[in-house]
């Protein structure tokens, strides 16, 4: 069974820092992860996506990486702002097109 | 483009109610749709997935089922509502194949 961790849970950065958050996943056997983004009460925005055969994916000042190989997976924010300030997931597609979810690290961007 | 439509937004229902919560989504066609479940403080939790018109596939057993009347409508109902159903719906679609995950704005219902 599919396990996805998140590390850290919270994260309370000043703004204009650089941060990476971090994703783990138990089963190599995956056709992609995607990052998504969640503000409080709202569903989820999908962010970035990486196919199973791509190391990372660039939007704006987001990057995704990925190594299958050691189930691992980082986003990377690069000079954060307060607007960026929500719960972060990343999820894993396997088999029949099903998603498994981490919990999410909650992100606040301090002026 | 595509969007997805959920409602109603939020809803409050008394134990042993029935629950009828829908979601459509609008400018694709044969979408692989999907109902998750977001408790507090937890992660989320897929409860029904649907590759195409009537076919459902239940993730994990509950007091919840699911339908998919039409291509593009994805329904999430209960006949008596319990305590622990108390959360935050989410539906969402995408293009079978690798694509990403589109979600709705969810509803958050409480059972009291």
């Known amino acids: 069974k599919q396990e996805v961790t998140q590390i850290p849970a919270a994260l309370s950065v000043p703004e204009g820092e650089n941060l990476v958050l971090n994703c783990s996943f138990t089963?190599?056997?995956?056709?992609?992860l995607q990052w998504f983004r969640q503000d409080p009460g709202k569903g989820l925005t999908s962010l970035l996506l990486i196919q199973s055969s791509q190391r990372e994916q660039t939007s704006g000042r987001l990057n995704a990486s990925l190594d299958k190989s050691s189930g691992r997976s980082t986003l990377y924010i690069a000079a954060s702002q307060p607007g960026d300030s929500a719960t972060y997931l990343c999820?894993?597609?396997?088999?029949?097109?099903?998603?498994?979810f981490g919990t999410g690290t909650r992100l606040q961007v301090t002026l | 483009s595509q969007t997805i439509h959920q409602w109603p937004a939020t809803l409050v229902q008394p134990v042993g109610s029935p629950l009828s919560l829908e979601c459509t989504v609008e400018?694709?066609?044969?979408?692989?749709l999907y109902w998750y479940r977001q408790a507090a403080g937890r992660g989320l939790q897929l409860l029904f997935y649907s590759v195409g018109i009537g076919q459902i596939s239940s993730e994990v057993p509950q007091n919840l089922s699911a339908s998919r009347p039409q291509d593009r409508q994805f329904i999430l109902s209960s006949k008596k509502l319990l305590l622990s159903d108390s959360g935050f719906y989410l539906c969402a679609w995408s293009i079978p194949g690798d694509s990403p995950l589109h979600f709705g704005n969810g509803t958050r219902l409480t059972v009291t």
């Open positions: 400018g694709t066609s044969n979408p692989n």
């Open positions: 089963d190599s056997a995956i056709y992609n």
């Open positions: 999820a894993v597609t396997g088999t029949a097109s099903k998603l498994t």
